[in-house]
């Protein structure tokens, strides 16, 4: 009864002692044994009443959720009562099931996974410890013959695919890979290690299942056959990492001329002579050819000198280069492109064979592409002649078909337009080019990327293939057409969209297609990009002039490219009825288009703008307004996907996909160069830091804790522009209702308030994250503490004055409770007292300007209060300034007590915060709305200093200059 308490303790340590209670007398015999002393019997039968006993348990506890440590010393005495024959009569099939799948279990120890393959073991006949040879010995006093080993092998890989197949599950799905458990569990077992490195054996056991024979293959065998191939690949991947890189290339030849032939040699041996014919066999089979493709990595340079093995080393390259003209599964590409990269650089003598190989697989690659390139614009000039003659039908019918073809098209797999097929071999052929160039050196596909010539050969392809890019994304891209309205007495120009001609035909299969070439051609050309980049500063050859840099020009052109990619940005609120088709092109699109963006600011560091006149100063990428405003743009776009529950990490805890495509990208180029960095476009990343879902969350504070790291002041500045972004947004957005609403107006309003109020609510919770991340106790860094009273005042004067150079339309204090938001810092503030000080000063001089303003007497009760909390959090006493309100308030002498989020009210428009909305307030939405939005930030501002008008001068705006039309005010609203 004891041990049943304390196992199934709360605290994982009492767990523990429990089970190596029942485990020491094991281990006392097991030392006694060992050491063959008899100095203390101990009778391991006395123990098999209790053990029984409690069995159940014991084995639940193999289980355990909160300690790997209960699951190793569970499983640990689990195997002492097999060894010691207590489990003969156990008959529980349940419980052995339970005990026999943590050998494959993912979310365990090494040695339970051992320990558990001896279990799994004990039940294979043979596996039994008494077999005989031919001569009539044990085959354990000397060693397992080759047939017995290939039973062996087999047995295990059955046990293992029986085990994966259980249950609902698509062949396609099954995890294949967890068979690497088992083979590590063998080389972590003495009796049992030779299985891992007979390579004989494990080629005669795959052999016997080739599915080449001629017979069925079942679900279960099919799974075996991969089971196999995976656990070959996963051996040869051990055995080979144990070896020194120094030893697998220059230790050679001196195993060469050793009698002693190591492991790794044998492994070369034998798959010279049989992956070809491996290959060939199952080159159906994309699992197993994911394993397959892993295993020329492996090889050992110390046999390719051999003659007899150059037919077979040659018949492998070959076979390798169909296999990826041919393949269309990425991982198999990668292994396949890793393979001969491997074998083209490891100083013997057949790695000219292997270049003159992959040179020929590139003019094979090339060859395709451009005939591929030629086909496609030939069948898009039909289209486009097609659909011009059906642009005469109503806008009405228009619509509606393409709503009907966006849903047929995705309910009709198989059926695809000859010129969907071709635009989707196009798109695997810019797959493989992808996977080759993110592997490969150009070098070793082109020729010389820096010859004398106008445009070299890397670069006439990477032109090529850009200049096709571009003509799709143009062709698909929104058209913005300016047209003239009459009605306006200062005819005005006003922008409308309408569809390109692409959308207008019935085909939407070739947009998925177009969507996929676009990725794959843009992260193929950032490749190209990478390596010259890496060419150009090794080599340091960029002398000529900077126009005729090759480097240069080619970012150019991927520049333009991520402009293009960006412009798919669609606005449903424009009045267009978008088909699903274009949509989530649009989304394909600039999702690529954010990633290699991130790329390019990360390859090209601002950081290089410093120095001097070397080579990275020229090829230093500073212009990336662009980039970000596409960025956040698209980021803003996509919110409401990003704040879904479905989208979170998955059950692996790998980051979900849609974050990996919004928030991933700004993260990396921000932390890249933040030294130099946008501090509003780290505002826009640091306003997701309370995580919309676990994932996200985790993403923004890691970002956060780096930019802390590297620059602690501009880390600072970049809260204060997501803090007042997002106060701005919940000001804008304030709800209004008439002087007499109907009662769904009211409700209505209700509604939009208690929204209204949980935006505030969620800006308080961003500035308390983010106080939070500056540390804990003391602030570190000095000049982190001087930052922070410019921080602090420059909240205060943005509260009272507003948006510094930005004509104030609000009505006066109606910032106030931004002070709220900003009284999160207080604690902070208060750590420096002389500091402190001079913050109250500054507080106590914007009071007296307020109470001197002829509106004062106006301002809203709740802006009030709002400025009192916060003078209260900063220790200042609450002077008459802060407690003057309405006359009919009798809440007014309330001392200091916190107040609640700021409600709009409902009386009339006199309390409304904004004042009445002016032309030019709306036009300078609309175009911010219309526009990237590049993020550009105003350098040379001081925070010690009050440069803003008073705010006599600023809360009014003048009729006359809306009715001018300033384009230069346009442009600062929307910078702003």
């Known amino acids: 009864k004891y041990f049943g308490w304390m196992a199934s303790d709360k605290e994982p340590a009492v767990r523990v002692a429990a089970l190596e209670g029942l485990l020491g007398p094991f281990r006392h015999a097991k030392r006694d044994t060992a050491n063959k002393k008899t100095s203390l019997q101990v009778n391991l039968e006395d123990m098999e009443s209790v053990c029984l006993k409690f069995l159940t348990r014991i084995v639940d506890c193999t289980e355990d959720a909160e300690s790997l440590e209960v699951q190793e010393v569970a499983m640990e005495l689990l195997l002492f009562m097999l060894k010691s024959e207590m489990l003969d009569e156990w008959d529980d099939d349940d419980g052995w099931d339970q005990v026999n799948l943590k050998a494959l279990d993912e979310n365990t120890s090494n040695d339970v996974r051992r320990d558990a393959l001896y279990f799994v073991f004990d039940q294979m006949d043979c596996f039994d410890a008494e077999e005989e040879g031919n001569d009539g010995k044990s085959t354990m006093s000397h060693g ?100 020194a890189p120094t030893e697998r290339k220059g230790g050679a030849r001196k195993r060469k001329r050793s009698s002693n032939t190591h492991p790794a040699d044998a492994l070369s041996a034998a798959l010279l002579k049989n992956l070809p014919q491996l290959l060939t066999a199952y080159k159906g089979d994309v699992v197993a050819l ?62 000219g064979d292997v270049k003159m190989q992959i040179k020929r697989l590139s003019m094979a690659l090339q060859d395709r592409l451009m005939e591929l390139l030629r086909s496609t614009n030939h069948e898009e000039t039909e289209e486009g002649t097609r659909s011009q003659s059906q642009s005469q039908k ?140 890496l060419e150009a500063c090794e080599r340091d050859s960029m002398e000529e002039d900077e126009d005729g840099s090759v480097v240069l020009r080619m970012r150019s052109r991927l520049v333009k490219l991520l402009g293009l990619c960006f412009d798919q940005y669609i606005d449903e609120s424009d009045g267009i009825v978008y088909s ?226 930005v004509d104030d339309e609000m009505v006066l204090g109606s910032r106030f409770p931004f002070l709220l938001i900003l009284s999160k810092y207080s604690n902070w503030a208060k750590k420096n007292k002389y500091a402190l000080e001079d913050l109250k000063q500054f507080i106590l001089e914007k009071e007296d300007a307020l109470k001197s303003h002829p509106e004062f007497n106006d301002v809203h009760e709740d802006d009030l209060k709002a400025l009192r909390t916060f003078k209260v959090s900063l220790g200042m006493e609450v002077t008459e300034v802060a407690q003057v309100v309405s006359q009919d308030d009798e809440s007014s002498e309330d001392d200091g007590s916190a107040v609640g989020t700021p409600s709009p009210s409902k009386s009339s428009n006199a309390s409304s915060r904004r004042r009445i909305s002016t032309a030019g307030s709306q036009r300078s939405r609309l175009s911010t709305q219309s526009n990237l939005s590049p993020l550009e930030e105003e350098e040379g501002t001081s925070d010690d200093e009050d440069t803003s008008p008073s705010p006599s001068k600023r809360r009014r705006v003048s009729k006359s200059k809306i009715d001018e039309g300033d384009e230069e005010s346009d442009a600062e609203s929307e910078e702003s």
């Open 580 to 805: 699903d088709a274009q949509i989530e092109f649009a989304n394909v699109v600039q999702s690529a288009a954010a990633k290699v963006s991130s790329d390019v600011r990360c390859l090209f560091a601002r950081d290089w703008a410093k120095a001097g006149g070397t080579l990275k100063n020229k090829l230093a990428f500073v212009t990336d307004t662009q980039m970000i405003g596409g960025s956040v743009r698209y980021l803003h776009q996509r919110d409401d996907e990003l704040k879904s529950d479905g989208h979170d990490e998955d059950e692996n805890g790998n980051t979900d996909e849609l974050v990996i495509d919004l928030i991933v990208p700004i993260a990396r180029s921000l932390t890249a160069n933040w030294n130099d960095g946008n501090r509003k476009e780290a505002g826009t990343l640091l306003a997701y830091i309370a995580g919309h879902t676990k994932s996200t969350g985790h993403v923004v504070q890691d970002a956060a804790r780096m930019m802390k790291k590297i620059n602690p002041v501009r880390y600072l500045e970049a809260q204060m522009a997501c803090v007042r972004m997002g106060f701005n947004k919940w000001l804008d957005s304030e709800p209004e209702i008439s002087d007499d609403p109907s009662e769904d107006e009211e409700q209505e309003f209700k509604e939009a308030a208690e929204v209204h109020g949980q935006m505030f609510h969620d800006v308080e919770q961003q500035a308390r994250l983010l106080s939070r991340s500056l540390g804990v106790g003391k602030l570190g860094n000095e000049n982190v503490s001087r930052a922070l009273t410019s921080f602090m005042k420059e909240g205060v004067r943005f509260a009272f004055d507003g948006d510094d150079g």
């Open 144 to 243: 397992l013959g080759e047939k017995k080993q290939v039973e062996q092998v087999e047995s295990i890989a059955s046990w293992i695919a029986n085990k994966l197949v259980d249950g609902p599950i698509e062949l396609s799905s099954v995890r294949v890979e967890r068979a690497d458990y088992v083979i590590d569990s063998l080389r972590d077992m003495k009796e049992h290690r030779h299985l891992a490195v007979n390579w004989s054996a494990m080629l005669k056991a795959i052999r016997s299942e080739n599915p080449q024979q001629g017979r069925n293959t079942g679900r279960e065998e099919a799974v075996k056959q991969r089971v196999l191939l995976r656990m070959f690949a996963h051996a040869a991947a051990q055995e080979v990492s144990s070896i």
């Open 290 to 351: 994911r394993s397959l493709t892993m295993l020329p990595q492996y090889l050992m340079p110390s046999v390719f000198g051999l003659p007899a093995r150059k037919t077979e080393f040659l018949a492998l390259i070959k076979n390798l280069n169909r296999l990826f003209q041919d393949s269309t599964d990425e991982t198999v590409l990668q292994n396949v492109t890793t393979g001969l990269l491997t074998l083209s650089d490891g100083g013997h003598v057949r790695v």
């Open 394 to 533: 109503s806008k009405s019918s228009r619509r509606s078909r393409r709503s009907s073809a966006s849903e047929s098209t995705r309910s009709t797999i198989g059926t695809m337009s000859p010129e969907a097929e071709m635009e989707n071999s196009l798109s695997l052929c810019l797959l493989r080019w992808r996977v080759l160039l993110k592997i490969c050196p150009v070098h070793l596909l082109f020729g010389d990327s820096f010859n004398d010539d106008d445009e070299s050969e890397v670069e006439e392809f990477y032109n090529t293939i850009s200049e096709a890019v571009a003509k799709r994304l143009q062709d698909r891209r929104p058209i913005t057409k300016q047209t003239d309205d009459e009605d306006d007495d200062d005819e005005m120009e006003t922008d409308s969209k309408t569809l390109a001609s692409a959308w207008k035909t019935s085909d939407m299969d070739i947009h998925t297609e177009v969507g996929s070439s676009v990725n794959n051609s843009l992260q193929l050309l950032l490749s190209i990009v990478a390596w010259t980049l």
